[in-house]
């Protein structure tokens, strides 16, 4: 009896067990159903009905933290093209996706038209980077100023940084450092390739806008740099530990010296009495504009303005250069190609002439295919923000006010139905081939289309001009995995050897 007893209690005991833990995962069903749809009620349900069934598909994950955590987990992994993949297979292709991301409710376009659309319409969208990316890089650089004041700015850099007599003037500084540094990195043994390239980039950009050559300026300032650059794209915890962290320092150290210069450069020119009619660089153009209101730029505009030049001067072209060493060595068909149209280019040149002109440059046809290759292969800026001014109608949705656009490169550049095998470097792949408008978007479009585009490809050509005549890439890790943020590199910043040619 004692034993049917204890029998009917343990069946007793094991039902509520089980009774206890199927309530237990109905309340974590509902629980993960209700932290997946906060976001959903906090942004959507507000718009109204309408609007919020117009909507391009997609959700806006976790509350707070939305779809951070996936974008990270892809971009950290072997395959950051999985995270756009996860919304085409669970949405199809519709060129749009609802999402949050750095702390909004944002749309990200993915195919030609509607990144176009987006880049192009300065009626309906406005620069929209995350406010701590703003604050990296400065609430008065063409990152965070308004259209106007974008316009003014522009306007005022664009000669010298992309005008031809400009470029025509910076090639000589650009070819002789190019040279001296292949030859110095010849005799180093193993370095750091991409480390080194960045270097050398930075010394131009800093000549071109600061007329400073300084080692230890400039040593402490690309330091800073790259700091602050990890921080730009990273989560926005200002916490010890963590890239914003470490990114915001930066920020303040760079302020810091950068607000010595433009006092030491004001003394200078008091104590001169440089006129505006003689620039040196463009420090002294930004000290001298001012608008038909005689209102000149605070000290706050211009160095906001040059640490964006800076930054962006200096990585881009770097990163490209070590990408095109790296897909030239890797295929010596092309590397042949690309260097036999340099040695043409010498057998042309007049004996008296010793470096190269601006008019030699643009005749690199095959090596302007290589470079833009390797700009679309590598997507330098995987994404670019705006936000919607109004509410807009794009491809049949609806895009809220005050919503974020994710503009998507990596989707355009790597999609096979624009680019047969993407992933393959091809360059013959430009040949008698116009892209489609928003199809190529190295460098962005419209009215905020990266203002040192030809100083940017014209410097990357003069290195590999180069590069091709007299040397050798050998990396030690050829097959070393790759990092994608905040831009495309390998683990060990490409460890190698630069080894000159003992014949052509």
């Not at 300026?217 to 530990?241: C, D, F, K, Q, S």
Request: net charge positive; aromatic share 10%; proline share 5%.
């Amino acid at each position: 009896m004692e034993l049917k007893i204890m029998g009917s209690w343990g069946a007793v005991v094991v039902m509520v067990m089980v009774m206890v833990m199927v309530s237990s995962l109905g309340m974590g069903v509902v629980l993960k159903w209700v932290l997946k749809n906060v976001n959903g009620w906090m942004y959507e349900t507000k718009l109204g009905h309408e609007k919020q069934f117009s909507l391009p598909p997609g959700d806006l994950g976790w509350p707070f933290i939305g779809n951070m955590w996936s974008f990270l987990g892809a971009f950290k992994s072997s395959n950051p093209d999985s995270f756009i993949s996860s919304f085409v297979s669970r949405y199809g292709r519709t060129g749009m996706y609802k999402a949050f991301m750095f702390g909004n409710p944002s749309i990200i376009v993915t195919t030609p038209e509607t990144c176009r659309r987006v880049l192009t319409d300065d009626d309906s969208f406005k620069p929209g980077w995350p406010r701590s990316t703003v604050e990296l890089i400065g609430r008065k650089s063409f990152i965070g100023i308004s259209f106007e004041e974008h316009k003014r700015l522009r306007k005022l850099t664009a000669a010298p940084v992309n005008g031809h007599e400009a470029l025509s003037m910076y090639i000589q500084y650009i070819e002789e450092n190019a040279v001296t540094s292949l030859e110095k990195w010849a005799t180093m043994g193993e370095i750091e390739f991409l480390t080194e390239v960045r270097k050398l980039t930075f010394r131009i950009i800093m000549y071109i806008f600061l007329s400073s050559e300084s080692e230890p300026v400039m040593e402490a300032l690309e330091n800073e740099y790259t700091a602050l650059n990890y921080g730009v794209r990273a989560m926005a915890i200002n916490i010890p530990g963590f890239a914003y962290h470490r990114a915001f320092k930066a920020r303040k150290n760079l302020v810091s010296m950068f607000q010595s210069i433009v006092d030491e450069r004001r003394s200078q020119r008091r104590k001169s009495n440089i006129s505006s009619t003689k620039k040196k660089d463009m420090m002294d153009a930004l000290l001298d504009v001012e608008d038909e209101n005689g209102r000149k730029l605070s000290d706050e505009e211009i160095i906001d303005v040059l640490l964006m030049y800076l930054n962006a001067g200096h990585e881009s072209s770097g990163h490209i250069m070590m990408w095109a060493v790296v897909f030239l060595q890797k295929h010596p068909e092309i590397f042949q190609i690309a260097k036999a149209e340099q040695e043409e280019i010498l057998k042309r040149r007049p004996p008296t002439k010793k470096s190269l002109s601006l008019k030699e440059i643009r005749e690199m046809n095959y090596l302007s295919k290589v470079v833009d290759e390797t700009l679309r292969v590598v997507t330098f800026s995987l994404t670019v923000f705006r936000e919607a001014k109004r509410d807009v109608q794009i491809a049949g949705y609806t895009i809220p006010k005050g919503w974020k656009v994710l503009v998507w490169f990596r989707s355009v550049h790597l999609d096979p139905e624009i680019y047969p095998n993407p992933l393959e470097f091809d360059p013959s792949r430009w040949d008698n081939h116009t892209p489609k408008a928003g199809s190529f978007l190295p460098f962005g479009a419209g009215s905020r289309l990266c203002p040192g585009n030809d100083l940017a490809k014209m410097e990357i050509s003069i290195f590999l001009h180069h590069f091709l005549l007299n040397y050798r890439l050998k990396r030690t890790n050829p097959d070393c995995p790759l990092m994608y943020l905040p831009h495309s590199r390998p683990k060990d910043n490409c460890l190698a050897k630069v080894e000159k040619c003992t014949s052509s």
